[in-house]
Structures are given as structure tokens and as C-alpha cells.
Nanobody
Framework: QVQLVESGGGLVQAGGSLRLSCVAS????????MGWYRQAPGKQRELVAV??????????NYGASVKGRFTISRDNAKNTLYLQMNSLKPEDTAVYYC???????????WGQGTQVTVSS
């Protein structure tokens, strides 16, 4: 069974930092495009950052609101995806979800989410 397990969320003051982690099942990790998405109350889920698979060179892409503040990375030996979040703002408050997409969208898995709350 494929699992994505997020951790690292919490409460932080504006300007602070957090690092999210997502451990994925080994069977899918290296071949997946991995991503972080977030959903704030009353809003649609939005892209935070994605990183392509190992075979695609690990290219990254970021949502406009987080570019320059957040960094996505993957440790393929540990089957783990990271999101380093710096200079956090209250508007970054949301539930953050880990996502794994297979080649040609052959699969699309989601984690259970981890809450990030940024106080002003």
C-alpha cells in the first residue's frame, strides 16, 4: 500500500521557519513527481512547490507566493521529500499536503496533511 506521511507542521511566529517532511513508499518515490500543496480555510488547494522525478532531473517549480522563501528538495536514499519554509507569513497558514504523481499521471497519491499556523 502506498503511503505518504507528512510531519513538521506546527505554530510559528511571522518571520520564522519550519521544515516539512514527507516519507513516501519506496516503490513509488524515485519515479514520481513530488509536490507540496496547501489549502487554507475557505480556499482552494494550491500548488506550493513541485520537484520532478530522478529520471527527469529533479527540476523544481514554485507557486508565485512562495518563490524565494520556500525550497523543495528530495532525498532519494531516504524516500523523503522536504519543504524548507523561511520568512513565513500569516497568509502561509494552511494545511500542507504531500503529493506523488506518476509518469503520465498513472497515479496520484496524497498524504493526510500537516497543519502550519503562522501567527502575526
Amino acid at each position: 500500500q502506498v503511503q505518504l506521511v507528512e510531519s513538521g507542521g506546527g505554530l510559528v511566529q511571522a518571520g520564522g521557519s519550519l521544515r516539512l517532511s514527507c516519507v513516501a513508499s519506496r516503490v513509488i518515490f524515485s519515479g514520481s513527481t513530488m509536490g507540496w500543496y496547501r489549502q487554507a480555510p475557505g480556499k482552494q488547494r494550491e500548488l506550493v512547490a513541485v520537484i520532478s522525478s530522478v529520471t527527469s532531473g529533479g527540476m523544481t517549480n514554485y507557486g508565485a507566493s512562495v518563490k524565494g522563501r520556500f525550497t523543495i528538495s528530495r532525498d532519494n536514499a531516504k524516500n523523503t521529500l522536504y519543504l524548507q519554509m523561511n520568512s513565513l507569513k500569516p497568509e502561509d497558514t494552511a494545511v500542507y499536503y504531500c503529493n506523488a504523481k506518476g509518469p503520465l499521471l498513472s497515479y496520484d497519491y496524497w498524504g493526510q496533511g500537516t497543519q502550519v499556523t503562522v501567527s502575526s
